[in-house]
């Protein structure tokens, strides 16, 4: 039987990889992260239903281990793809993570250990991990990795190199049961023959300091979405609890603002999809911990378009109370003595200017496409993947033999990006089961 590349473990590529495996096909899963999962592994709960996004991820991400034909190779990039469907020629770059993980058996003790500690991009920079870390605690594989940059072994500051007489550090070498920190491993090319592609390299999250009017990285209590998302999480900075960067305290209002550098034609004109809903939740979820908070959702016009959703919509209004202001806001100003925001909008319901004060701001952004690949797809101007017919065959590029699943071809949410795995994994799995059928030569 022969193989399917997938470029990217986000909740789309686990989907695809669990669907191929199933039908007994060979599938590697390349992820420059060290864990599968995406963004998804970010979230708290998901919208509509409000279920535990990591109750409805593990298992799947598990999943991924009990098959025997399922190869990860994490940390890692596709450097090259060339030949045709059927037999795609693929090289990977494999870069080092100085442990060895045939040893490593995640038990973490180096990484309560090591002495340096650095901020943790998975809480979004609101907790430090150390420069040895697991990802996250459901992380699969599980597996430690040393951040280079800030090693003080692999990367000494200069005067304490000077200083030292041999090597620098080594705890966790020191501390490691099973013996598995490689300080000299080094990068590698894997070289892989497959029959399909399936890219699934998802989204970032735009840049919010683009609009330096909302004040996102000078004031302390404008948070992102996705920062949010970490501070309601039980497993994120703050085990959940809800309280401002300034001074700790709970917030008393707090507000979103929508359409943060998508639908607008100065950074990105397409809607980001999500996040009308994503607001919707973090507002209800922000009243399920702090019951006294308001909550005011400042948007362009709500596109509740999925199923429930406007359902969701209706509940958040009718049971929790969250309000929502048509308007656009032009500006947001701190009170330098208590480090409240005042936003400034217009009621364009009304044709008003307004303002009114919070604790807390986020700001729901955009997402753009992590679509920055070595592969011969063409892009939208967007820069999304150009699909070969959105009508007809939504998960086909202009090359035959790849394919494209989730955010990365559009913006989309959870169960659009699964619905397409399945279809993409269905069409990719045509391919290897064509491409390792006997010929009728050889049969003869
Ligand atoms: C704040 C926020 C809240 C959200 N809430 C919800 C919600 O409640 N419900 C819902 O349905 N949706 C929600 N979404 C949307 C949801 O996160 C996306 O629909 C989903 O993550 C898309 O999955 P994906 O697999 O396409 O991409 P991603 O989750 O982005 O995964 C992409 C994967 O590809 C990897 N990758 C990227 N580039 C490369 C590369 N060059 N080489 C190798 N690997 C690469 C990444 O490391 C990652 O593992 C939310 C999004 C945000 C930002």
């Not at 409000?50 to 281990?65: H, Q, R, V």
């Not at 034609?265 to 973090?282: D, G, L, V």
């Not at 070969?388 to 590029?397: A, G, I, N």
């Amino acid at each position: 039987m022969s193989s399917v590349l997938i470029v990217g473990g986000g909740v789309a590529g686990i989907q695809a990889a669990l669907d191929l495996a199933e039908q007994g096909i060979d599938v590697y899963i390349v992820d420059k992260a060290p864990s599968v999962g995406g963004k998804m592994a970010y979230l708290d709960k998901t919208f509509p239903t409000l279920d535990c996004a990591s109750c409805i991820l593990a298992p799947k991400m598990a999943a991924l281990l009990r098959y025997p034909n399922i190869k990860l190779i994490m940390n890692s990039e596709v450097q090259d793809v060339s030949g045709r469907a059927g037999n795609f020629k693929v090289k990977i770059l494999k870069k080092p993570t100085y442990v060895d993980w045939s040893k490593c058996n995640g038990c973490g003790v180096c990484t309560e250990k090591c002495p340096t500690k650095v901020p943790n991009e998975y809480n979004m920079g609101l907790s430090q991990r150390r420069a040895i870390y697991i990802m996250f605690p459901q992380a699969v594989p599980k597996r430690a990795i040393i951040d280079a940059e800030h090693c003080m072994r692999l990367n000494p500051p200069p005067k304490a190199k000077e200083k030292a007489k041999g090597p620098l550090c080594g705890v966790c070498e020191r501390n490691c049961p099973t013996k598995a920190i490689r300080y000299d491993q080094q990068p590698e090319i894997l070289e892989l023959n497959v029959s399909a592609v399936i890219v699934a390299t998802g989204m970032e999250l735009y840049d919010p300091r683009n609009l330096p009017e909302l004040g996102y990285g000078k004031y302390q209590n404008v948070y992102t979405n996705l920062e949010f998302e970490r501070l309601v999480s039980a497993t994120g900075p703050t085990n959940g609890e809800i309280v401002r960067k300034s001074d700790g305290k709970h917030p008393k209002k707090i507000a979103w603002i929508q359409c943060v550098g998508s639908r607008d034609i100065r950074f990105n004109h397409y809607c980001s999809a999500y996040c009308c809903m994503a607001a919707t939740k973090q507002a209800i979820l922000a009243k399920e911990h702090l019951p006294e908070v308001q909550c005011t959702v400042y948007y362009m016009d709500i596109r509740a378009f999925g199923k429930g959703f406007n359902e969701f919509l209706e509940r958040a209004k009718k049971e929790f109370g969250i309000n929502y202001i048509r308007g656009k806001v032009v500006r947001i100003d701190e009170i330098p003595e208590t480090k409240n925001l005042k936003i400034v909008y217009e009621d364009t319901a009304e044709s008003y200017m307004k303002a009114d004060e919070y604790d807390m701001v986020v700001l729901s952004v955009a997402i753009t496409p992590n679509s920055k690949l070595p592969l011969p797809v063409e892009l939208t101007k967007d820069g999304f993947i150009q699909l070969k017919d959105p009508y007809l065959d939504p998960v086909s590029t202009t090359v035959e033999g790849i394919f494209v699943v989730g955010a990365v071809a559009g913006a989309k949410d959870i169960p659009d990006s699964v619905t397409e795995a399945s279809a993409a994994a269905a069409r990719a799995a045509l391919i290897a089961k064509r491409f390792s059928c006997p010929t009728p030569e050889v049969v003869k």
